[in-house]
């Protein structure tokens, strides 16, 4: 299946109606990278740098990271790079870094949180990714970000690190600011935090959990709290239209991009770019350039109106297999 694909590998990405949309990947470690260029992939909408910590002895420092965000940036020829900064908390286990035991690590110290409370970790990984941007198309984007103080702190903390960089004679490239969206406070805060961002992206796997209180690990919850459920859907759509609003990107990079069935709903609700799994990767892709852009819309009109999941799903069901 996987090789009937590849003939649309460098087909464009875009409707049947010619509406463009970019695809990226998500990778989670080096060796991912090879295969989102043998799909085609117009670069990384998030590359997880937690796997530089798992088994490691000790931290990786400046130079070790410096050196494998260039191989990453080099490998991609001039494709974007988006690099979310260490997303770490106590649920997962990081012999090298000092964490609290918490009695709730998916609402304590994670993602800018654990940042903000530990940045040398933060600068040293800042600093090697300011001095990869010298190399290619970089963008730094910051997990668990709910509201303005965060990002304003992460940004003092940034100009330390171009301070020391400057200090120390270290050249540096420009980078653009995101923020991955992924608590319901963050959707609401839009407002005020998106004139210090260049680019947003949507956590759905994380979205989800937050807004219905639903552990996304938990399979007893699975079915009944689905991304594909109304309030989501709502939140989804309000962070669309703030970042329309503005000089804004705004793309998605949970799981629930790498649904082919979805696509058609995502796309129709106003995503222009979307970061997928490599292995589900073409096959979002024939889904996109299959159908019409005006269907899209028309399609995400009416799952956007619908009050229950098994609606939902069946309007998203149908959608599908009326283009099969
Ligand atoms: C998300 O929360 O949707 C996301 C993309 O990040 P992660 O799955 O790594 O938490
Ligand atoms: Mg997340």
């Known amino acids: 299946r996987r090789q009937a694909l590849m003939i649309y590998k460098d087909k464009p990405s875009q409707t049947l109606d010619g509406h463009r949309v970019t695809l990226l990947a998500n990778v989670g470690n080096l060796n991912e990278i090879s295969h ?12 997880r740098t937690e796997f530089l910590l798992m088994n490691a002895k000790a931290l990786p420092d400046e130079q070790q990271q410096y050196k494998l965000y260039c191989d990453a940036v080099h490998s991609l ?11 770490i908390g106590a649920d997962k286990e990081i012999p090298c870094l000092t964490q609290d035991n918490e009695d709730n690590p998916a609402l304590g110290i994670r993602g800018i ?19 990869a941007a010298s190399h290619g198309n970089i963008r730094l984007m910051f997990p668990m970000v709910s509201q303005v103080e965060e990002l304003e702190a992460a940004f003092v903390l940034i100009e330390q690190a171009k301070a020391e960089l400057i200090e120390q004679q270290k050249s540096f490239g420009s980078i653009s600011y995101g923020i991955v969206v992924e608590t319901p406070a963050a959707v609401l805060n839009l407002p005020s935090m998106l004139p210090h961002l260049d680019f947003i992206s949507i956590g759905t796997n994380d979205l989800t ?17 689905p991304p594909l ?29 790498s649904d082919p069935q979805v696509l058609p709903l995502l796309i129709g ?12 990767f073409l096959d979002v892709k024939v889904a996109l350039i299959k ?34």
């Open 36 to 47: 989102i260029t043998d799909v085609g992939a117009q670069g990384i909408g998030l590359f």
């Open 77 to 87: 020829e001039g494709n974007v790079l988006t690099i979310r900064t260490f997303d």
């Open 113 to 131: 949180r654990y940042s903000l409370t530990h940045p040398r970790t933060f600068i040293t990984q800042v600093k090697a990714i300011l001095r």
């Open 209 to 225: 959990q937050y807004t219905l209180a639903a552990d996304r690990t938990n399979p007893n919850l699975a079915k009944e709290y």
């Open 229 to 257: 459920s109304p309030a989501v859907i709502q939140l989804i759509t309000l962070t669309i239209s703030h970042c329309k609003q503005t000089d804004v990107s705004v793309s998605l990079c949970g799981e629930l991009g």
């Open 269 to 280: 609700l106003g995503l222009d770019e979307l970061s997928i799994n490599p292995t589900s």
């Open 291 to 324: 159908g019409n852009y005006q269907q899209y819309v028309e399609h995400a009109q009416h799952v956007a109106s619908l009050t229950r999941i098994d609606d939902i799903a069946k309007a998203i069901n149908a959608f599908a297999h009326d283009y099969d």
